[in-house]
């Protein structure tokens, strides 16, 4: 099953799924009995397909122990708009602020990412993250802050719209 998949159930139908495949992978390995003529190699292979098979099971575990954390059952507007309230309050002139919010866990990264709101400020201080807010911030407005060298001044544009042609 993909983590997309798993995310989708509850968290009691989650452990059942894992609790069934554990049972059966388990069971799978118990009744196991390699005939005379196995190789060395193909038991390797399918030792590492059971081992590989309970690393995913167990990567799991983390995330549906963050789901269970009451801040987590928050809906994600509200976490975005959290974020947005943090972005405001640090008087920011990029996003920088809020990508520690995203590295929280998997629920607040894809709450706060998939809010255009949340990256509308943008400057040319930081290349890599000025070019995925400019992705994230989609058709919102954006607010940029252009700084030049030192002892320049730094200017405000509000504009709906912004086209930025980038040279390679």
Known sequence: MSLEAALNLSISELLHVLNNKLYL????????HPPPAVTTTSLGTEIE???????????????LRNLLQPVNQLPPEIL?????????NSFASNTVPIVKL???CRYWRESIASDPQNWT???NLRKGLTALALKRAKAAPLQVTLTGGKGSNTWWVHAEHIVITVNK
């Open 102 to 104: 995203t590295h929280v």
């Open 25 to 32: 992978e388990c069971k799978r390995l118990r009744e196991y």
């Open 49 to 63: 397909r059971l081992e590989t098979t309970a690393q995913d099971i167990l990567s799991l575990i983390p995330s």
């Open 80 to 88: 975005s708009r959290i974020a947005q309230c943090f972005l405001d």
């Open 121 to 123: 400020q943008i400057s």
